[in-house]
């Protein structure tokens, strides 16, 4: 089936029959999607009809405020075997693990400020799912006030069976790293490997399974407003994150009546409530509130032709917006595949020192910048207005190689940045494998000053 990128549309799902089922999507970036798995299921004309066909149960999802502005409003019509409340019963609270929230992790390290690295996190031999896999890295902000955002990383070693999960607090972006996960939701299916990264809405209900062996992920909880993609300016209609390259589910459900847990991250805290079913029985929806997948490698870079380089966030594949006009809340930035072909160049990125703080991963391949110690799997953190850049090794070669067209290959790396200062947690600065000798990879740095020397423009 071939689906055309346009503003509004329907699709045909399917009733989930295990996971031999393969996902099907439909293009575009805030649509408004409408979308069923039984023929007859989505009302016409109207969202909420005395009956609806099968006897579903008609519930609006709502992403903003009911009085949104148009552009920003965001809310879906689900169709369900059982409205929410049935999926919902006492709660209790359980413990939430290494996951933290904003802005507690301010009280839980005592590391002094610094330039920060660490190698992947190793992926267990213990059963680890979705819920008890992640590892909260930074938080920043406070999400009680809606603003700010979390660094996880994801470890997976099992599926979730008959256990679902829901965030109170904050959109996930989450990046694959290795191996391949399947987001089950209220929504539909979506699949994502390394290279891939999958949005799933705040409050939106989904289970994770694994796709063959163990995954690794990182994960940004976005506490403020919903990603949207970045205003282009002087770039015009064209290349960055194409809309029509953004895909979200067709409806599919689960019609299950079997025990299970409900977990709820709220407030910070991780909540679980036992009910007899599946919650994932949607079997129709409509609107622009739904999670959704893109595949990095899609991204159109745009970049210097003839001197210079632009500024990192000619890379931003998505934005959550502040109430500050061009000051994000998070840009997520990646730094692909491209050609460097400008002129008597510092090619790699400058050194700098930055409002933003920027938490930073590696998808695969090799970070110019960073060719030695940053590998696969790792991360590095430099906080707001802490001096950062090439290495010393990046720094000679990147100063006296010929200049030729050449092109990065193979490599992803991205960053989660934040206008707020990201706290770093007990567990990453006494639990993960933090690189003690990060600071060191300046050392070589060499003075070259000499007064009697100028260079002739």
Sequence with gaps: MTVQDMSSFQTRGAPLRGSAIEPAYMSGFGNSFETEALAGALPVGM?????????????????????????????????????????????????????????????????????????????????LTFVTGLRTMTTAGDADTQAGMAAHVLLVTQSMANEYFFDADGELLVVAQEGALRFRTEFGVLDIGPGQIAVIPRGVIFKVELIGGPARAYV?????????????????????????????????????????TLYVKWGGELFATDI??????????????????????????????LFDHPDPSIFTVLTAPSETPGTANIDFVIFPERWGVAEDTFRPPWYHRNLMSEFMGLVYGVYDAKPQGFVPGGISLHNQMLPHGPDAPAYEHASNVELKPSKLEGTMAFMFETRFPQRITRYAATGAPLQDDYIECWAGLKKHFNPAKRKAW
Excluded: M
């Design 220 to 260: 940004c909880e976005n506490y403020g407003g919903a990603f949207t993609l970045p205003d282009r300016g002087p770039i015009g209609a064209n290349c960055l994150a194409n809309p029509r390259d953004f895909q979200t589910p067709v409806a599919a459900f689960e019609d299950k009546e079997e025990p299970s």
């Design 47 to 127: 969202n909420s009809p005395q009956k609806v066909n099968y006897g579903l149960y008609a519930e609006q999802l709502s992403g903003s405020p009911f009085t949104a502005p148009q552009a920003t409003n965001q809310r879906s019509w689900l169709y369900r075997i059982r409205p929410t409340v049935k999926h919902s019963g006492r709660y209790r609270r359980v413990d939430k693990g290494l996951i933290r929230t904003a802005p507690a992790a301010r009280e839980e390290s005592e590391l002094a400020i610094g330039q920060l690295r660490w190698d992947p996190l190793p992926i267990p031999q213990e059963a």
């Design 276 to 305: 007899g079913q599946s919650p994932l029985d949607v079997v129709a929806w409509h609107g622009n509130y739904a999670p959704y997948r893109y595949d990095l490698r899609h991204f159109a870079p745009v970049g210097a032709i």
